[in-house]
């Protein structure tokens, strides 16, 4: 590309070739992401569909495809679409066309499908060559009033023929289909709702213009999901997320539990969540089964046939049906959450996140249009009738003249249109005593051209006298018609009446008597899903954790004597060992003061040597073990540091819910974290490597859940060795190196303030300056 600068008309000067490559990349590009939000990712907030859904339809129209009518192949409906009005592969056609048959995704299917048009399971559908449809009711009342003028058409892409630029819709298709979709740099995200709410909601709203958003709930109770299940979400929650136009909406599935009888019982599942397959959702927890992270779980099985049957077995007839289910929710999609996102375009053009109440008026104000459209089409038609019916009462009154002006006459059209029709005219007898008619005296036609046209091409059947009346009625008719049509379309408060009647036949139309037409998702006190605790998940069975030196761990079966010899590999050897239960979670502390949680149920057997800890949490190989030992809820630590620096934790704060840990002391090499012992006593008794005792009071530790802590005690070489609480009254103990306890009870020379040097150790005090 050239450096030299580009000519253009900007008054700021040329610009530079890589300023008019950029500015021409964000022209195409806005011209893109434009195309992709208003032709493609979004629906409109009028009818509710995107543009190809909205060519499908209207392309099975032109086919004929009608809800009583035939079948026709899904190949030439795709075809037709992408031949007439959607330049895109026909795959993604046919792929948007078997979904509105969908009655597992779609709430009120718009295509009546013949043949394999997928499943619940996430099957695909059958090739489009084996597949037949036609349109639906829902989908013949998107459409009604097509042909009258109801919306505006455009030419399709190559300008050869033109399609609706949007659907006069009877029903606010966008809340009852629902919509989901991505555009550029913005996605939408709608749940379906049941079609009966939303009528009453809009009848409402046209009543009330100025309704609040949560007056509109006391009709539109929430979505109505095709798959049904159970809606647990709070009122005020889905309150907000109505009036915002984003939020979410938490479904379960719908269970029940069968007695089996000798006090057996199963859990069958009825309903499942919104937009999950079944298939994938049964080889979930099918895994979980097997990986055995679902011990109040025996087995599960699908037993569906057209509506949905999952069967759960517990583990014992003993287990809690609401615990076991809540145990599910946590793990598996029985509990889904929808995200809404109610991104939509207004009239069309621009994109907006809208309210409930905000997508119903845009529909009210289509309706209105529709309805002043359609009035004004029919009037038009009225109008050009009269004239005929006009035009025929004419020639009815002057039957004999206008026959002989049509047999003798050069011109019977223009003849028509120029007679004088108030003269009277006598029919000549005969053809030779014909006179060609006078030349009109009145320089205005008394008829139209349509009217004369109309006349020309009269049967002879309704040259009857019979005839003459049913013309007159039908003017009469008509004229009334024209009267009530003409106060409709200069009275708002009758088109806004004539939509609430309309709005009631569509209510009723698709109401109970309507296939599907009950609400089919139902709600439930909303609640938060307890944890399940770890003793309901896990058989309960005592067992020893060993620990080596190299930090290999296992858990041998029962409580074994402690004392008792165990096998290591070469060069290592015992660390801890304990007796504990499965149920049991085990803290695990490292010397980069980070605290880490292993549930006793899950390690290794000891026949073997067991598996490295490491494998089963990320301590980093360059930290060490500190500290092993049962999780006790709601006591306390005293955590310390090499350097000195200590505090109470809250045992509770140390547990972990990942396998990075969670970090409590801090420490900076080369300082590491030393040792984390129970709280039991009113005092605190340190050690430094210099073997000098510090014994003060525990108020003065604080208690916290993280952080470096304070200074337990001060030193002028070395750092901490040991730290221990007790309480004062007993006195102070430790092992000698025969393994004797030795007690010293008189403290008062070792006692002092917090982050004191501290005096020498007592006499007998254990040469590695440790109290156990």
């Known amino acids: 590309m050239s450096d030299d600068s580009v000519e253009t008309d900007d008054p700021a000067g040329p610009l530079s070739s890589t300023e008019s490559l950029g500015r021409a990349i964000g022209e195409r590009y806005l011209t893109y992401a434009l195309s992709t939000i208003m032709h493609r990712a979004l629906p409109d907030a009028r009818d509710g569909l995107k543009p190809v859904h909205r060519r499908i339809l209207f392309a099975m129209r032109e086919l004929r495809l009608g809800s009583n009518g035939g079948f026709r192949k899904s190949a030439k409906i795709s075809g037709d679409v992408m031949g007439n009005y959607h330049p895109h592969g026909d795959a993604a056609i046919y792929d948007a066309m078997a979904r509105l048959a969908q009655d597992f995704a779609v709430r009120y299917p718009l295509v009546d499908g013949q043949g394999n048009f997928g499943n619940i399971d996430g099957d695909n559908p059958a090739a489009s060559r084996y597949t037949e449809a036609r349109m639906t009711e829902a989908a013949e009342a998107l459409l009604e009033g097509l042909n009258e003028d109801a919306v505006d058409f455009r030419e399709n892409y190559d300008g050869t023929l033109t399609e609706p630029v949007v659907l006069p819709a009877s029903f606010p298709n966008l809340l009852a289909n629902g919509a989901s979709g991505i555009a550029v740099g913005m996605a939408t995200n709608i749940p379906p709702h049941n079609i009966s709410e939303l009528c009453d909601a809009a009848i409402h709203l046209v009543r009330t213009p100025d309704a609040r958003d949560e007056t509109l709930l006391n009709y539109v109770k929430g979505p109505d999901f095709p798959t049904g299940g159970v809606i647990v979400e709070s009122p005020e929650s889905m309150a907000e997320t109505y009036r915002t136009g984003r939020g979410g909406f938490r479904l379960r599935c719908k269970w029940e539990i069968e007695d089996l009888g000798r006090g057996q019982w199963q859990i069958v599942v009825t309903e499942i969540p919104y937009q999950v397959q079944k298939s994938k959702l049964i080889e979930k927890i099918a895994e979980l089964l097997q ?301 980069n003061g980070r605290f880490y949680t292993i549930s006793a149920g899950n390690l290794p057997g000891g026949r073997g040597m067991g598996e490295p800890v490491r494998l089963m949490i990320d301590l980093p190989n360059d930290a060490e073990i500190v500290e092993l030992r049962i999780h006790r809820p709601g006591a306390r630590l005293i955590v310390a540091s090499t350097a000195g620096d200590g505090f109470v934790l809250p045992e509770d704060e140390a547990v972990a819910q990942t396998r990075a840990g969670k970090q409590v002391l801090n420490v900076r090499a080369p300082v590491r974290a030393l040792l984390a012992k129970p709280v039991s006593g009113d005092h605190v008794a340190s050690v430094g490597e210099n073997r000098k005792v510090l014994v003060f009071a525990l108020e003065e530790l604080p208690e916290m859940g993280r952080g470096k802590g304070v200074r337990m005690q001060k030193f002028k070489d070395g750092g901490l060795s040991d730290a221990t609480t007790f309480t004062l009254a007993d006195g102070l103990s430790w092992r000698d190196p025969a393994g004797r306890t030795r007690t010293e009870s008189n403290l008062a020379e070792w006692t002092g303030k917090r982050a004191g040097s501290g005096r020498m150790a007592p006499r007998g005090f254990p040469r590695d300056n440790r109290f156990n």
């Not at 929710?329 to 109440?357: A, H, Q, W």
């Not at 050069?410 to 249109?417: E, Q, S, T």
């Not at 020893?544 to 030196?549: L, N």
Request: charged share 35%; aromatic share 6%.
């Open 291 to 591: 990986l055995k992270k679902l011990p109040l779980l025996a087995d599960i099985r699908d037993e569906s046939a057209e509506d949905v049957r999952v069967i759960l077995e517990p583990r014992a007839r003993s287990v809690d049906p609401d615990l076991l289910m809540n145990m599910l929710y946590k793990s598996s999609d029985l509990e889904t959450r929808f995200s809404m996102n109610m991104n939509v375009l207004i009239d069309g053009r621009t994109p907006m996140v809208c309210s409930l109440k905000e997508v119903l008026r845009a529909f009210l104000d289509h309706r209105r249009d529709v309805l002043v459209r359609r009035t004004r089409h029919r009037l038009d038609k009225i109008d050009h009738r009269l004239e005929v019916l006009e035009g025929f009462i004419t020639a009815f009154l002057n039957l004999d003249r206008v026959i002989d002006i049509i047999r003798y006459d050069d011109d019977p059209k223009r003849a028509l249109m120029f007679e004088d029709w108030g003269r009277d005219h006598v029919r000549a007898t005969d053809e030779s005593d014909y006179v060609s008619p006078l030349p009109a005296k009145s320089e205005e036609p008394d008829l139209s051209e349509v009217q004369a046209e109309a006349i020309l091409n009269m049967r002879l059947r309704a040259l009857r006298r019979l005839e003459e009346m049913e013309l007159r009625r039908e003017r009469d008719a008509l004229i009334e018609e024209r009267a009530e049509l003409s106060e409709l379309v200069a009275t708002p408060e009758t088109q806004w009446a004539r939509i609430i009647d309309q709005l009631k036949a569509t209510k009723q139309q698709f109401g109970r008597l309507y296939a599907r037409g009950q609400r089919l998702t139902q709600f439930a006190e909303p609640g938060v899903v307890e944890d399940v605790p770890l003793e309901a998940m896990i058989d309960r069975e005592p067992v020893t954790v060993v620990c080596s030196q190299m930090g290999w761990i296992r858990a041998m079966t029962g409580h074994i004597d402690l004392g008792r010899e165990l096998k290591f590999k070469d060069g290592d050897g015992p660390r801890f060992i304990f007796h504990a239960e499965t149920t049991d979670r085990l803290l695990l502390m490292g010397s």
